[in-house]
């Protein structure tokens, strides 16, 4: 038998935006009294995904307390649905035992959307929350917001553990979550100049693989400081599949006539991955599963590059040789925390991207003149920086992989020989007063440097492991607070 499934919708979406995907799993097989759509108030600004997560709980003990609900069942969420369903994994089974069987998430905001800054702006409360007295969910969108506590505060249940636990929601046995996102565009979004992403969703925030290490500059060097990554909790790789054809919405509309794509293979593709997900019942189909996923991602991959075999590719999936090919470029999402090393946010900070030169002399400082390289990391790495507005101390970079990569890219033909084949990040923090400064008490600003991604595996520190191709990275710095010498004096009396 098929099972029972639990369909949960995104933000501002009600909760028959999921019923096509229920109609379709009718279709093949699930009975409607098996299938059910969850839904929840994201528009109110006084509810936060925690609310939306303890009524879930109740409502589903109710539902199997009186039968509607099997012991288990699957779950499908959309968007901000992802985080609500994680939110009540981790809030009620941190170390497994959920009634879930597989979690499969379509197009999820796992690590936040862009989009979320907007959903407070005069125009969006507009067009979205006119009927609402102009509420537009803004706890919801707080949570939404790139580099949002929330976001990481899951992950360090369900994914992530920088004191070496793995717990988890998640297990091969258990829990096993599923993630499908597409690299087309919602028409219209174009306008806000973002790549590798739905529309909504960046393809590297959806991803629910994520790493993390800690940056300890109070041990080691400025430039050499400690890094400690963080444990993985749960499996160690989740079936991650990224559709060339289908955008935020679409991916909701398992029928090939909704795919962007005129080649039957790949407008087909969406539904029995939907499918395939859903009937995994052991490891070896979830291993299984996981590689045919790769499989697919890697393809999408393939049509951001250059070449015959790479033409051939975008004509018969997009129609033409000449389709638009940055926006399948990968990116890594970097999430940035800074804390003093007593534990206070600093907000106060400049991160850039430069690289380590080879003869050691790498003193990091904002005093020193901008450098060519740091220009073209800025110009052509970053493609978007964000600070997060309700925590200063959280700054989150989307790098473009391709530019950092290829063969005309910064680590291969920008960096001269003066230099290691390094991307490092520097981090420059202003002093918070007269009294107080960070890094060093010998300028006003002082700085340090984080080595993120080598083009030689023989990288010291694991730089050349940290940085994944679409995924998010979390990198928590501390940084020393360094006291002036009359906050604490003695002397004798006289």
Same mark, same amino acid.
């Given at each position: ?244 054809? $289908?955008?935020? *919405?679409?991916?909701? &509309?398992? !029928?090939?006539?909704? +795919? /962007?794509?005129?080649?039957?293979? @790949?407008?087909? %593709? ?123 101390? $959280?700054?989150? *970079?989307?790098?473009? &992989?391709? !530019?950092?990569?290829? +063969? /005309?890219?910064?680590?291969?033909? @920008?960096?001269? %020989? ?77």
């Amino acid at each position: 038998m098929p099972g029972h499934v639990l369909l949960i919708h995104g933000w501002s979406a009600p909760d028959k935006s999921m019923a096509e995907v229920g109609h379709f799993l009718t279709g093949h097989g699930y009975q409607t009294a098996d299938l059910f759509l969850g839904g929840y108030p994201s528009m109110s600004d006084d509810v936060r995904v925690g609310d939306s997560a303890r009524r879930m709980q109740a409502v589903i003990t109710e539902m199997q307390g009186d039968g509607r609900l099997p012991a288990r069942f699957h779950l499908v969420v959309h968007s901000t649905g992802a985080l609500v369903a994680r939110r009540w994994l981790a809030d009620n089974y941190p170390s497994g035992g959920a009634p879930v069987d597989n979690l499969l998430m379509l197009a999820p905001a796992n690590f936040g959307s862009p989009l979320a800054t907007l959903g407070r702006s005069l125009l969006t409360r507009v067009i979205k929350g006119w009927k609402r007295g102009f509420q537009t969910g803004t706890e919801f969108l707080h949570a939404l917001e790139l580099g949002s506590c929330l976001q990481e505060d899951i992950a360090l249940i369900d994914r992530l553990s920088p004191d070496g636990e793995t717990a988890s929601p998640f297990s091969i046995a258990g829990t096993r979550p599923f993630v499908i996102v597409g690299a087309c565009q919602i028409p219209g979004t174009q306008i806000l100049g973002e790549e590798a992403w739905d529309g909504t969703v960046r393809i590297a925030s959806a991803n629910i693989d994520p790493r993390g290490m800690t940056v300890d500059f109070t041990q080691g060097s400025l430039t050499e400081p400690k890094l400690t990554p963080w444990t993985r909790r749960g499996p160690d790789e989740t079936p991650f599949a990224v559709l060339p054809d $289908r955008h935020h *919405l679409t991916v909701l &509309r398992p !029928a090939g006539k909704w +795919s /962007e794509s005129n080649d039957p293979q @790949t407008a087909d %593709r969406l539904s029995g991955l939907i499918l395939a997900a859903l009937a995994v019942k052991t490891g070896a189909d979830y291993a299984r599963v996981a590689s045919e996923w790769t499989s697919v991602s890697n393809e999408t991959r393939k049509l951001a590059q250059d070449g015959d075999e790479a033409d051939a590719l975008r004509e018969r999936i997009l129609g033409r040789a000449s389709a638009n090919k940055s926006r399948f470029n990968e990116f890594y999402q970097i999430v940035v925390e800074a804390v003093d090393e007593t534990g206070l946010p600093v907000t106060d900070y400049r991160l850039w991207l430069t690289a380590p030169k080879i003869s050691g002399k790498n003193k990091v400082s904002a005093a020193k003149p901008i450098t060519r390289i740091e220009i073209d990391a800025q110009n052509n790495l970053i493609k978007d920086g964000h600070r997060n507005r309700r925590n200063g101390e $959280r700054r989150v *970079l989307h790098i473009d &992989r391709r !530019a950092l990569m290829q +063969s /005309e890219g910064f680590l291969k033909k @920008t960096l001269s %020989r003066a230099y290691e084949p390094v991307l490092a990040a520097a981090i420059t923090a202003a002093s918070p007063g007269e009294k107080i400064a960070y890094f060093s008490r010998d300028a006003r600003a002082g700085s340090g440097l984080i080595r993120l991604r080598t083009h030689s595996s023989s990288e010291p520190g694991g730089g050349d492991r940290f940085l994944r191709r679409y995924a998010t990275h979390f990198i928590r710095i501390i940084i020393p607070r360094v006291l002036d010498d009359d906050v604490f004096t003695v002397r004798p009396l006289r």
